[in-house]
């Protein structure tokens, strides 16, 4: 029921910054857990981050963590990632995706919606 599109993804010199946006319709977009997976070229998809519905709780990779912030704005339907000291290890195809539950988002499974991704490349 939900429709997930990402923007923001581009060009970033290492050590740099960029912040990711996905938006999301439907009116019970407060009910769903948000998280944000990667996937870089020839490796499998990976966890990067996840939000509760109230966006009270958050959890991250331990890849990201220190760097990356996940939060959200319900009012707007709208889960962020904010990306700092990037590294050329980040550059990836990031997804955004929804959940029952911040465990179904760090699990990877039985999740209801999927964002059809933006790319990421940090440049060293």
């Known amino acids: 029921q939900l429709q997930l599109a990402e923007s923001g993804g581009g060009l970033v010199q290492a050590g740099g910054s960029l912040r990711l946006s996905c938006s999301a319709s439907g009116r019970t977009f407060s009910n769903y857990a948000m998280g944000w997976f990667r996937q870089a070229p020839g490796k499998e998809r990976e966890f990067v981050a996840a939000?509760?519905?109230?966006?009270?709780?958050?959890y991250y990779a331990d890849s990201v963590k220190g760097r990356f912030t996940i939060s959200r704005n319900n009012a707007k339907n709208t889960v962020y990632l904010q990306m700092n000291s990037l590294k050329a290890e980040d550059t990836a195809v990031y997804y955004c995706?929804?959940?029952?539950?911040?465990?179904?988002?760090?699990?990877?499974?039985?999740?209801?919606?999927w964002g059809q991704g933006t790319l990421v490349t940090v440049s060293s």
């Open positions: 939000i509760t519905g109230s966006g009270a709780t958050t």
């Open positions: 995706a929804a959940g029952q539950s911040t465990r179904a988002i760090r699990e990877g499974t039985t999740l209801d919606a």
